[in-house]
């Protein structure tokens, strides 16, 4: 569940930050600057963990409640655009980096990028082999010898 978290707020912080970055870079005509390279790998870390929770042998609840979150925000700005917009934080009196993440929040949820990742986050939580406990290899191999047996 706290990885869960952990991903959610990397998506949403980490990678409405890297998009703002990325597209004030690029609406400045600076190719290759430095806050782009900065975007750019931020993009890449935020792809490489959510990667890892979707292909790897974690709890399925580490892809669940960030694909929850992010479907649940669509569905809202499906049914009600004003009221999903209301959520991003975009007042002065917020930090700056919250406020730089909310608008490229923004974005990808306008886009839809957020439907797009939050469908694919959602996948492996239907593998019913992600919801059983593992099983210990190691334990099948051993087998008990009789007292007094030779080996």
Not at 76 to 87: E, G, I, K, T
Not at 101 to 127: C, H, R
């Amino acid at each position: 569940m706290l990885l869960g978290l952990v991903v959610t707020a990397a998506l949403l912080v980490g990678g409405g930050w890297a998009v703002q970055q990325a597209l004030g870079s690029a609406a400045a005509g600076t190719a290759g600057g430095q806050k782009l390279w900065i975007a750019l790998g931020a993009m890449a870390a935020i792809g490489l963990v959510v990667g890892l929770v979707v292909a790897g042998r974690v709890s399925p609840l580490a892809t669940f409640v960030p694909s929850l979150v992010l479907l649940a925000w669509t569905v809202v700005y499906a049914l009600d655009m004003n009221r999903a917009l209301s959520l991003i934080p975009d007042e002065p009196s917020m930090h700056w980096l919250l406020t730089e993440a909310g608008a490229g929040d923004k974005v990808l949820l306008t886009s839809g990028v957020y439907a797009l990742v939050g469908v694919a986050m959602f996948i492996p939580v239907l593998i019913p082999s992600r919801w059983s406990r593992r099983h210990d290899e190691l334990d099948d191999d051993y087998e008990a010898t009789p007292e007094g047996s030779y080996y």
